[in-house]
């Protein structure tokens, strides 16, 4: 076990060692592959309420989210009417900007849509090129905000019908759910990303 001192060294600088949660999500979950459905929408739609905001406070306010959104069940979300806005309106605990949650409703419809021909996940990884991205920046300055492929995913998505999800917030999304490895090389989490993402199989339907 290294001791805190080594983990400020090494860690990506942005996560930091000042507060357990942001350096818990650091090393536990971002950059790590998956396909879950459930997961894909609930972070789609977090990184969309963080546009303009910091991730921090949106990973603080994470289980109040869940909690506001029903577990963000897309098929519940997408029956809520101006009632449930006015309840989200008033909950304290999340961000509560009225055109974000409104499009959360209307991504849980789109999302909806789509399944009915293929799954999130599916869509998702083939548009990002059908798998993970091993990047390897030295620094912080050398991790871009957007990138072609972010354009063009975030480009098919809004002509499914989502909304914020323009591509500095769908490059964020591509960070965090491991179809791209921005960890800095010098970062342990690197390797232990790339590793997962070089067996990792994304999902074709």
């Given amino acids: 076990m290294t001791s805190s001192k080594s983990e400020k060294l090494v860690?990506?600088?942005?996560?930091?060692?000042?507060?357990?949660?942001?350096?818990?999500?650091?090393?536990?979950?971002?950059?790590?592959?998956?396909?879950?459905?459930?997961?894909?929408?609930?972070?789609?739609?977090?990184?969309?309420?963080?546009?303009g905001l910091s991730w921090i406070t949106i990973l603080r306010k994470r289980e109040a989210f869940r909690r506001a959104f029903h577990d963000f069940d897309p098929a519940r979300i997408a029956r809520y009417t101006q009632k449930d806005v006015?309840?989200?309106?008033?909950d304290a605990g999340i961000v509560r900007n009225r055109l974000k949650v409104e499009a959360t409703i209307d991504n849980a419809?789109?999302?909806?849509?789509?399944?009915?021909?293929?799954?999130?996940?599916?869509?998702?990884?083939?548009?990002a090129g059908g798998k993970p991205t091993i990047n390897r920046a030295e620094s912080f300055g050398d991790v871009p905000a957007t990138t072609d492929v972010s354009l063009g995913l975030s480009k098919a998505l809004k002509k499914e019908g989502f909304r914020f999800v323009g591509p500095t917030t769908v490059y964020a999304f591509?960070?965090?759910?491991?179809?791209v490895n921005d960890h800095l090389v010098?970062?342990?989490?690197?390797?232990?990303?790339?590793?997962?993402?070089?067996?990792?199989v994304p999902p074709l339907v």
């Fill in 174 to 179: 591509m960070q965090a759910t491991g179809m």
């Fill in 11 to 51: 860690r990506c600088p942005w996560a930091g060692i000042e507060d357990p949660l942001y350096a818990r999500y650091h090393d536990e979950e971002w950059g790590v592959p998956h396909a879950d459905e459930h997961l894909l929408f609930e972070k789609l739609m977090l990184e969309g309420f963080q546009a």
């Fill in 109 to 127: 419809k789109a999302y909806l849509a789509l399944r009915k021909r293929q799954t999130l996940g599916s869509f998702l990884w083939q548009h």
């Fill in 86 to 90: 006015a309840r989200l309106m008033a």
């Fill in 186 to 200: 010098g970062c342990p989490r690197h390797a232990a990303c790339a590793k997962l993402q070089r067996t990792f």
